[in-house]
């Protein structure tokens, strides 16, 4: 019985199976013996085996599963990937091939009526168009300060005072002098006038001493008549009148008058030293030599001012603000389009809002470029740098917000031609004889073309004024037909033919 019992065992028949089976579910099978039974444990150990076993090939189904979908996944990417960029090439091939077509199409603009304007534009500083610098002639201490910066000033109106008593010194003892003087006139012409009293006094004496004797002399011979002793007392009396040196006289008068001719001079000496020491003194006190705006106010009172100060600095500035200047560099290319006269508007940094009209009142004639020391500055040289030009533009009627030394751009208008014919400067081509042409549109529909002949009036390097067989509206070619004007560039002239889709007559007589 044990053999059979061991046979069973090692090879189970169904019914073992479908014991270990019962015992997996939990359900007792009727061969199967109770727990002392030995049979019963080897069904549970072969049921947790076979349990296993069924697990692991259940793993083994779900990662072969999961394997396969990761495939099948990738596969598909794979795809839409190669998908993709093959859109995208094909796309980026045909978005090529577009501009290549659109780059070769001609491009065509229309012709323009309007005003034409040509202009130079330059940046410069603004600058007042007077200034001056109120600087005192005299040393001394600053006294009063009568302005500020700001203050508006007439000519002659005071702005500061010195103080120097060493003029005030001066002009008291020139005073002086001058009384001096005075008297030595007085003194003089007492001299001049005692003189020609002594002259006169002196005729007077000799002409009583002479009528005296004259009547002692007829006295004389009326007693002659009447006795001979009366002859010689009568002879005494005709000759004993005094005589008189009126050249001594005329020679005091001249001395005297030389006397007074002198003192008269060192009056004239004592005046003018007094006049120059009050002149000195006067310019102590500071005036505004023309009327304008108090820009600049650099000294205080009590400080040195004068040559022994040394000052570096305007004490005050002062400037006609009623009209202003813009100094401009314009280079050479520009300059010869620059004349006197000429209008302009400019523009402001500091406000952007304001735009005011200015003229052209100057035009330098030698270059504003630093040349070398053989003079080439002075005929345009620049050391190799840009040769520029200073142009000066007067504003008639500058803005109250404007000062001094702000940064200004002017724009000046150097021509202007009204009802213009315009076209773009890429439409007007050289026929390599001197003369331009331009390509204008005949058909819309088929773009035939036709050559006609222009003449150029201006041009400012986007715009040209052109003159010929145009009409404003014309629809000219603008681009893309390079070469076009000569052998034609690849385009058939005047037989029909066409390439890039327009046929090219020449036209150019109308």
């Known amino acids: 019985m044990p053999a059979a019992a061991a046979a069973s065992a090692a090879a189970p028949g169904p019914q073992a199976a479908s014991g270990a089976t019962a015992a997996l579910a939990g359900t007792p099978h009727p061969d199967v013996a109770g727990p002392a039974d030995p049979l019963r444990t080897a069904d549970l150990v072969d049921a947790e085996a076979l349990a296993d076993m069924q697990a692991f090939n259940d793993l083994k189904a779900r990662r072969k599963k999961q394997k396969r979908k990761k495939i099948i996944i990738g596969a598909v990417s794979a795809v839409a990937v190669l998908a993709v960029a093959g859109g995208a090439f094909a796309w980026c091939t045909a978005d090529q091939a577009a501009k290549a077509l659109q780059d070769r199409a001609p491009q065509t603009a229309f012709v323009e009526q309007g005003t034409f304007t040509e202009t130079v534009s330059a940046s410069g500083n603004l600058q007042p168009v007077a200034s001056v610098s109120a600087t005192p002639e005299a040393d001394g201490i600053v006294g009063e300060v009568l302005v500020s910066e700001g203050d508006a000033v007439a000519e002659g109106q005071t702005l500061f005072t010195l103080v120097n008593d060493e003029l005030d010194k001066a002009v008291k003892q020139a005073a002086q002098g001058i009384e001096e ?297 603008a681009g893309g037909m390079e070469g076009l004007g000569g052998a034609g560039g690849g385009y058939a002239v005047a037989d029909g033919s066409s390439g890039m889709g327009m046929a090219v007559s020449d036209v150019s007589a109308g």
């Not at 007693?223 to 009568?234: I, N, V």
């Not at 076209?423 to 050559?451: K, L, N, Y």
């Open 181 to 477: 003087a005075r008297n030595g006139v007085a003194q003089a012409q007492n001299a001049v006038n005692d003189a020609y009293h002594a002259k006169s006094a002196g005729q007077q004496a000799a002409a009583e001493a002479q009528a005296q004797a004259q009547a002692a002399a007829a006295a004389a011979s009326e007693a002659a008549t009447a006795g001979g002793s009366a002859d010689a007392t009568a002879g005494q009396a005709a000759g004993s009148p005094a005589s008189f040196d009126e050249a001594s006289a005329d020679s005091a008068i001249r001395s005297a008058e030389l006397g007074l001719s002198n003192a008269n001079l060192a009056l004239r000496n004592a005046q003018s030293a007094y006049d120059e020491a009050v002149a000195r003194a006067a310019k102590r006190t500071v005036t505004a030599s023309i009327a304008g705006s108090v820009v600049a106010v650099n000294i205080e009172p009590g400080k040195a001012l004068g040559a022994a100060a040394g000052a570096a600095t305007s004490p005050v500035q002062i400037a006609d603000l009623s009209q202003m200047t813009v100094s401009i560099n314009v280079n050479e290319i520009d300059i010869l389009k620059i004349t006197a006269d000429q209008t302009a508007e400019v523009t402001f940094t500091a406000a952007p809002d304001l735009t005011l009209p200015a003229t052209v009142v100057s035009i330098a004639t030698t270059s504003a470029g630093s040349g070398d020391a053989s003079g080439g500055a002075l005929y345009g040289g620049s050391m190799g740098g840009a040769v520029t030009y200073a142009v000066k533009l007067l504003i008639a009627e500058p803005d109250p917000r404007l000062k001094p030394g702000m940064t200004a751009k002017a724009t000046i208008t150097t021509t202007t031609i009204d009802n213009a014919l315009m076209v773009p400067i890429s439409a007007v081509q050289s026929d390599g004889a001197g003369g331009s042409f331009v390509m204008v549109v005949t058909d819309p529909e088929t773009q035939d073309v036709a050559q006609r002949k222009v003449e150029v009036v201006a041009s400012d390097g986007l715009t040209s004024v052109v003159k010929g067989a145009l009409k404003p509206g014309d629809q000219v070619v």
